[in-house]
């Protein structure tokens, strides 16, 4: 193996290389260079346990745990090692087993103030604590600890809140304030937070809100901005949360102007570029309380404000590390999206609440869901619930979404799949979508036909706009997303004076290593390159990362093919044509596409060699590009990862680079279904349809489809081919064998998991 042009032949320059891949986000070459190392020296300790922390960061837990097991074999006395396994087992989850594995480290060490931390937290989730050794992750743990014996206190044998409250007040014992001002601190901080969440869960909140002011305003005592300044800022994040759910604004106000003081000392007084940029990301919450404040203030337009800047400050950071800052626009400016046909629905996550923003044409403010009155302010109990909901609603769809994608034979046991149609109505209920529809219509000239969705966090990974499928009056809306408002307010290349022509760059990658095939991708490109002059196809093996680079950016590279020019009767041209260009205005991936949850820059389009990454997309200008569609992508997210800041994707990659539009899928779809809808989508929108619509139509097209329409949709594509043609027509003559056998009248594709994947985000 190389380092560049240097062997490595010693286990310390692994080590290093996997420092420096480590700086630079590259975890999965961090993982390969630690085990190139275990090779060279397998018994050394503190390689297991950092191939344990690179594991855990892109959520692989179960080989955490074996690597864990490893550096427990070669120290069984370091209760780090414990503590780590156990929190790889609570992500599983396993809770019983991770209480064990938290109790061996305590055994080695009792003021570790974390791992007591930790184990209050896997206790909230058990009834009681129990002895097993029939898990198969029990294994490295060959005596069973008995905490609760050796401390004298039975009541660690307990679980839920007694447990959870018995553990905290335990570590105390063993953390003292003038000895262990951090570990005191910070324990105080999770009673604070217990308290704050039983208060949730109960009809009479706020004496248990009450006790977690206490304890909050406890850990500041020892959590100074001096001292802990980063564990300060994290209690008044904690605090203000608090203040908003008991009313007491004014109170929560002054800890946000101190929290406020205490983040931009910190900012300006950090130099490492790397360290400001996670100090920033970290404390986005803090400034998404904010928006809390201002809701229940009554200034609906502030709080939007706030919103805005918030999404647009992380998305800056995310992709450009700060360097090309994204400006806000005001209310003013936002309102020139809307029409007397065109609304907004925009969502803010913050720690406190979720809050729903209607933006309307005809009311002079925005209207917060909850409201009655345009400034009234607006109760935060529903809002707390609703996020609450949620964030549980987030949990099961990860739960289920993560073991359907890891089977292989995914019509076993497709519980993600089948339960999707449930997952949705739930989540409209959460949502309160019909109350959002009813604000729609309401005291409305014309009715709203097109929606833009905003939405924030993990909402952005979710199909939102099949919630808002029909309205009352059976008529479908039609919607776009964006990232941000102001990615509709940007200059881009549809605002050039004269059209831009239509030239395809489509790059087709069918198969692609350890990712299940795309049967239907040469299918998909032969139907929509036919539709454009001239079109730029990359196919298979020829998709190598140097060449697309070349394509996407316009630069010449030998032996790219071109598909031979069409006649004209299958093309349709916009009214008033187009100028002539060398430029791509269009750009087709019919490949694989992963989102990274770790590292966003390192999100992916899979090639046939190598990727090519989120940070060289927007390396790249890609202002001429009109269109980007990616037919099989996704945002999958697994196990219990949520998003604190704002998602950061290809699509907002490729949108902040220029690009006006970007069709994208939330989920990989069966791929006759990706064919069926982008075919569709192309076809309408070379006829005049404007994008949104075309995908709108597409999609509903798809839902609605017979198998006697389908089959004959196939045959008319199948007629039209010349008898010569060797590569198509046996396909679809087997497509249509297969179909002739299903019921005439049933809807092959009316599933949602067929047609809720696809969205349109970006400008309309």
């Known amino acids: 193996m190389e380092k560049g042009d240097l062997l490595i032949n010693d286990a310390e320059g692994w080590l290093n290389q996997a420092k420096e891949q480590f700086e630079v986000g590259d975890l999965e070459g961090v993982i390969a260079s630690y085990d190139q190392a275990i090779d060279i020296k397998p018994d050394e300790y503190s390689i297991w346990s950092n191939r344990g922390l690179a594991l855990a960061d892109i959520g692989r837990y179960e080989k955490v745990i074996a690597s864990y097991d490893q550096a427990i074999k070669i120290k069984p006395d370091e209760y780090l090692a414990w503590s780590n396994r156990g929190i790889a087992l609570h992500n599983i989850p396993q809770y019983q087993e991770a209480i064990a594995c938290y109790d061996k480290a305590l055994e080695l060490k009792l003021d570790d103030h974390n791992t007591w931390i930790n184990r209050g937290l896997a206790v909230a989730n058990v009834v009681k604590i129990t002895k097993t050794s029939t898990s198969p992750f029990i294994s490295a743990v060959t005596t069973h600890p008995n905490l609760a014996q050796t401390l004298n206190n039975p009541n660690l044998n307990l679980g839920g809140y007694e447990g959870v409250f018995a553990t905290y007040q335990e570590g105390l014992k063993h953390c003292p304030k003038d000895t262990h001002p951090e570990g005191w601190g910070e324990l105080h901080q999770a009673i604070g937070s217990t308290q704050y969440f039983r208060g949730c869960r109960d009809a009479n ?42 009313e007491e604004i004014y109170q929560a106000q002054e800890f946000q102007r101190r929290g406020t003081d205490v983040l931009n000392n910190l900012l300006q007084n950090t130099k490492s570029p790397a360290k400001k940029k996670q100090l920033a990301l970290k404390f986005a919450p803090f400034q998404q309380l904010t928006v809390d404040l201002a809701v229940q203030s009554g200034d609906a337009v502030q709080a939007l404000k706030l919103a805005e800047e918030g999404k647009n400050a992380c998305l800056s950071w995310l992709l450009a590390s700060r360097n090309q800052e994204i400006p806000s626009p005001t209310w003013e400016e936002i309102k020139q999206l809307l029409n007397p046909t065109t609304a907004i629905v925009y969502w803010h996550i913050s720690p406190a609440a979720l809050h729903t923003f209607i933006l309307k044409h005809d009311n002079p403010l925005p209207i917060v869901l909850g409201q009655t009155k345009l400034t009234e302010k607006t109760p935060l109990i529903p809002q707390i619930q609703r996020l609450r909901d949620f964030d549980a609603w987030v949990k099961d769809w990860n739960q289920d979404y993560s073991q359907y994608r890891q089977k292989k034979d995914k019509s076993v046991d497709k519980d993600w799949l089948d339960n999707l149609p449930d997952m949705l109505k739930r989540l409209a209920k959460i949502l309160d979508i019909p109350a959002i529809i009813n604000i729609l219509q309401t005291s409305q000239s014309q009715p709203i036909q097109n929606l833009i969705l905003i939405p924030h966090r993990d909402l952005h990974r979710f199909p939102l706009h099949a919630l808002f499928n029909q309205d009352e009056k059976g008529q479908n809306f039609t919607i776009s997303y964006l990232p941000s408002a102001q990615f509709s307010l940007k200059p881009t290349a549809d605002d050039e004076d004269e059209p831009s022509p239509q030239q395809l760059l489509s790059v087709e990658v069918a198969e692609s290593q350890n990712l299940p095939p795309l049967s239907f991708v040469a299918f998909e490109a032969e139907a929509i390159t036919e539709l454009f ?124 680079k220029g690009v006006n539009q970007v069709v994208s899928t939330l989920w990989t779809v069966k791929s006759a279904a990706t064919a069926l809808v982008m075919i569709e989508f192309y076809r309408r929108w070379q006829a005049g349809t404007s994008e949104v619509q075309a995908l709108t139509e597409a999609t509903q097209w798809l839902k609605n489809l017979t198998a006697a329409q389908l089959k004959q949709w196939y045959q008319t594509f199948f007629d039209q081919l010349p008898r010569e043609e060797g590569r198509i027509r046996p396909f679809l003559k087997n497509e249509l064998y297969n179909i002739a056998t299903m019921e005439p009248n049933s809807k092959p594709y009316e599933h949602p998991y067929y047609w809720a994947a696809f969205i349109i985000t970006g400008k309309l």
């Open 205 to 246: 909140p706020n004496p248990y809100w009450r006790k977690a002011f206490r304890h909050y305003d406890n850990s500041l005592k020892t959590l100074t901005p001096e001292d802990f300044p980063e564990a300060h800022l994290e209690v008044l994040q904690d605090l203000i949360r608090t203040l908003l759910a008991l």
């Open 533 to 656: 002059a001239n079109p730029q196809r990359i196919q298979g093996k020829e998709a190598t990362k140097k060449r697309v680079e070349a394509a996407l950016e316009n630069r010449p590279l030998a032996k790219i093919s071109l598909t031979p020019p069409q006649p004209d009767s299958l093309k349709t041209l916009p009214k008033g044509g187009y100028k002539r260009s060398n430029k791509h205005q269009i750009f087709h991936f019919a490949g694989h596409g992963n989102y990274n949850f770790a590292q966003p820059l390192n999100s992916e389009l899979v090639l046939v060699d190598e990727e090519l990454t989120l940070k060289e997309i927007y390396e790249k200008d890609l202002a001429s590009y009109q269109l980007v569609s990616l037919s099989a992508c996704e945002t999958a997210i697994t196990d219990n990862q949520t998003i604190t800041t704002e998602y950061v994707g290809l699509v907002s990659g490729f949108l902040s």
